[in-house]
T-cell receptor, first 114, second 116 residues
C-alpha cells in the first residue's frame, strides 16, 4: 500500500525567509506526486505536480518541488515566503492506474510571520 | 464554469439521523471522489466513481453510501449518523472525457458536518 509522510505538522517562518516542507512517500510501483494548498475555510487547490520528465517542477507563485526517486521524497521549497503563503500544504501520491486515487499526507501548516 | 460545487455548506445532525451530501461538477469529468478531512490526518478517501453508474470503496467507507446516477453528480449518504462522522467532507473530480488525463483532482469548497 502507498503512504505519504509529511515530517512537520507546523512550520513557522518569518516573511522573506526561505522554507522547505518535507514529504516522503512509500510505494512499490511508480506514482505521480502532487502538492496541494488549502487556505483557511477553503477547498484544496493544486500547487504543482510531477508526472514524468524533469524532476524539478515549479508553480506560478514561486514554489518548487524536486522528485528524488532514490530517497522517495518530494520536498516543497520557496526561496522567499510572503504572508499570503500562510496555509496548509498537503503532499499526495496517485497510482498510475485506473481510478486515479490520491493518498494524502497529514498536512503541514505554514505560518508566515511579519 | 462553476467547477465543483457542494451542498450544503454546513449541517448539524443528531446521532441516528440521516442526510445526503450533493456534489456537482460541470467539467465533464469521468472520475469523482468523496474525502473526509480530520485534523492531523489529512484527507482520506471514502468512496469514488470512475463513471456514471459505478462506485467503489475507498479507505474509510464504513457508515457511508454513494450513488452516481448522473455523470455530473455524486451523492454521499449517511444512513445513521454517528459523532465519529463529524468532519469536513470534500468532493473532487478529475479526468475530462476525451481529454488527456492529467491526474489533477479539482476540489469543491467542502461541507462541515457536526454530529451531536
Amino acid at each position: 500500500a502507498q503512504s505519504v509522510t509529511q515530517l512537520d505538522s507546523q512550520v513557522p517562518v518569518f516573511e522573506e525567509a526561505p522554507v522547505e516542507l518535507r514529504c516522503n512517500y512509500s510505494s512499490s510501483v511508480s506514482v505521480y506526486l502532487f502538492w496541494y494548498v488549502q487556505y483557511p475555510n477553503q477547498g484544496l487547490q493544486l500547487l504543482l505536480k510531477y508526472l514524468s520528465g524533469s524532476t524539478l517542477v515549479e508553480s506560478i507563485n514561486g514554489f518548487e518541488a524536486e522528485f528524488n526517486k532514490s530517497q522517495t521524497s518530494f520536498h516543497l521549497r520557496k526561496p522567499s515566503v510572503h504572508i499570503s503563503d500562510t496555509a496548509e500544504y498537503f503532499c499526495a501520491v496517485s497510482l498510475r492506474w485506473w481510478g486515479n486515487k490520491l493518498v494524502f499526507g497529514a498536512g503541514t501548516i505554514l505560518r508566515v510571520k511579519s | 464554469n462553476a467547477g465543483v460545487t457542494q451542498t450544503p455548506k454546513f449541517r448539524v445532525l443528531k446521532t441516528g439521523q440521516s442526510m445526503t451530501l450533493l456534489c456537482a461538477q460541470d467539467m465533464n469529468h469521468e472520475y469523482m471522489y468523496w474525502y473526509r478531512q480530520d485534523p492531523g490526518m489529512g484527507l482520506r478517501l471514502i468512496h469514488y466513481s470512475v463513471g456514471e453508474g459505478t462506485t467503489a470503496k475507498g479507505e474509510v467507507p464504513d457508515g457511508y453510501n454513494v450513488s452516481r446516477l448522473k455523470k455530473q453528480n455524486f451523492l454521499l449518504g449517511l444512513e445513521s449518523a454517528a459523532p465519529s462522522q463529524t468532519s469536513v467532507y470534500f468532493c473532487a473530480s478529475s479526468y475530462p472525457q476525451g481529454g488527456d488525463p492529467s491526474y489533477e483532482q479539482y476540489f469543491g469548497p467542502g461541507t462541515r458536518l457536526t454530529v451531536t
